[in-house]
């Protein structure tokens, strides 16, 4: 059975920093991080190989946020840094077989619960 989980939500200023961690179960794929703000559509933010040869982010993040893994512990990250309000958003991590299409959301078979990410002004 395949589960993804997501941990590290939080409250943070702007500017401060926030880890966010993703558990993959049941599954070795390329993985993805999407997240949606109230009223918007679902937001390719960053995006890493099986073996993390290969990483994508999204240009709106580029410059403070970093997609990593570490395959023994199954786990992906999102390290975020100098956080802004327009960051606020559910986070949602997601596992693709392959990452031809990595921005788009559709290309990923699986999906975690997400976790809210909120940065106060």
């Known amino acids: 059975q395949v589960q993804l989980v997501e941990s590290g939500r939080g409250l943070v200023q702007a500017g401060g920093s926030l880890r966010l961690s993703c558990a993959a179960s049941g599954i070795s794929y390329s993985m993805g991080w999407f997240r949606q703000a109230p009223g918007k559509g679902r937001e390719f933010v960053a995006a890493?190989?099986?073996?993390?040869?290969?990483?994508y982010t999204a240009d709106s993040v580029k410059s403070r946020f970093t997609i990593s893994r570490d395959n023994a512990k199954n786990t992906v990250y999102l390290q975020m840094k100098i956080l802004k309000p327009e960051d606020t958003a559910v986070y949602y991590c997601a596992a693709a077989a392959s990452l031809l299409r990595y921005s788009d959301y559709q290309n990923y078979s699986y999906w975690g619960q997400g976790t809210q990410v909120t940065v106060s002004s």
């Open positions: 890493i190989s099986w073996s993390g040869g290969r990483t």
